[in-house]
Structures are given as C-alpha cells and as structure tokens.
Antibody, heavy 121, light 108 residues
Framework: QLQLQQSGPGLVKPSETLSLTCTVS??????????WGWIRQPPGKGLEWIGS???????YYNPSLKSRVTISLDSSKNQFSLKVRSVTAADTAVYYCARHIFDSSNLFDYWGEGMLVTVSS | DIQMTQSPSSLSASVGDRVTITCRTS??????LNWYQQKPGKAPKLLISAASSLQSGVPSRFSGSGYGTDFTLTISSLQPEDFATYYC??????????FGPGTQVDMK
C-alpha cells in the first residue's frame, strides 16, 4: 500500500521560504508514468494545485505560483520536496503531497495526511 | 483560465436521500473531470475519474455523469459516512489542474 508521509516546519516567517518534504513508501517515485504533486488548502477554503514533477525532471506549476515555487525530487531517498519563496499570510494553508497520475485522467489518487503551515512573525 | 463552479455550495440531507451535485466548467473539457470527497481534517479521497469511472473500493451508490461543460455527482442513497465536502477537478488543461469550490453535504 502506497503511503505518503509529510514533514517540515509548521510555522514560517513572512518573506522567508516554506519547505516541505514528502517521503513515499510502498512504491518508487521513479516509476514510469507517475508524477508527484503538491496541493494546498487555505483554512476553510478549497483546494489549489501547486505543481507536479516527474522523476526525469519534467515539472508543471500553477501559473499563479510559478515564480515562487520549486518542486524537486530525490530518488535515492524516495522523497520529493516543495519550496515556496517570499511567503505571506496568504500562503497559510494545509499543504498536501499526492501521487499524480499524469495521463488523460490527470488525477491525484494517493495523498499525504496534510500539514498546516502558518505564515506569521 | 478555466472557471469552475459547483452547485449548490452546500446542502442539507437525510440518510437515505438521493443527492445530486453539479459541476460546471467555463470551457469544454470533454469527460476530463474527477470527483473527490473530503472529510474534516482529512485529505481528499478520489471517488470518480473521467466523469463516470468509479474508483476501486468506492461504493456503487456514487455515480458520475456528464460531458463538455456540465457534470453531476449523484449519491443514490446517502449514508452517514457520506457527510463531507465534494470537489470536482478538471484534468483537461494541463496548464493548471483546477478544482471546483466544493459542495458541503451535511445532515438535515
């Protein structure tokens, strides 16, 4: 059974960089056809896709966040990571990592448990 | 950018009720539409892909339909564990995988 475990600080200061890691167990992040993505949800609001990455290095980012976001992948650790630069209070959200089946379905079928990241001084 | 709406934004229903949620998109996405269920404090769970394909393990009381710009999620007989928020997600435009604003289903 695939599992995604998230880690990282729950509090980030304004203007700093938010960094989260997702460790995958029960499967390889280097499997063909699988992307690995991040989605966030501000408190009480809906879901926003942040971006997704393939182990080969191919990445897709939400255009509204692209200038501040980097997703990277470490195959040796079976992990992928998210960095959001220059954060503000608007970046306060529950952040989810997820497996992204990047084909005609483009769905997110396995999710991490979510991590609340608060941006505050 | 594609715009997505869901209606209603919330509804109250009783166990055994038939519930229908609508998702509309501003552009034609054929059948590239997925549905998720989210319970408070939990990650979303994939229910339906490609507008009507039920995921493994999802009860058959859930069904999806639609094509183009209009889609529906139907729960044929609402069960206690179905009280949750439901989101649609378009998968046609790969520049951004947009989610709908959600429909909260709570107990009448």
């Amino acid at each position: 059974q695939l599992q995604l475990q998230q880690s990282g600080p729950g509090l980030v200061k304004p203007s700093e960089t938010l960094s989260l890691t997702c460790t995958v167990s029960g499967g390889s992040i280097s499997s063909n056809g699988l992307y690995w993505g991040w989605i966030r949800q501000p408190p009480g609001k809906g879901l926003e896709w942040i971006g997704s990455m393939y182990y080969s290095g191919s990445t897709y980012y939400n255009p509204s966040l692209k200038s501040r976001v980097t997703i990277s992948l470490d195959s040796s650790k079976n992990q992928f990571s998210l960095k959001v630069r220059s954060v503000t209070a608007a970046d306060t959200a529950v952040y989810y990592c997820a497996r992204h089946i990047f084909d005609s379905s483009n769905l997110f079928d396995y999710w991490g448990e979510g991590m609340l990241v608060t941006v505050s001084s | 950018d594609i715009q997505m709406t869901q209606s209603p934004s919330s509804l109250s229903a009783s166990v055994g009720d038939r519930v229908t949620i609508t998702c509309r998109t501003s552009q034609n996405i054929k059948n590239y539409l997925n549905w998720y269920q989210q319970k408070p404090g939990k990650a979303p769970k994939l229910l339906i892909s490609a507008a009507s394909s039920l995921q493994s393990g999802v009860p058959s009381r859930f069904s999806g339909s639609g094509y183009g710009t209009d889609f529906t999620l139907t729960i044929s007989s609402l069960q206690p564990e179905d009280f949750a928020t439901y989101y649609c997600q378009q998968s046609y435009f790969t520049t951004s995988f947009t989610f709908g604003p959600g429909t909260q289903v709570d107990m009448k």
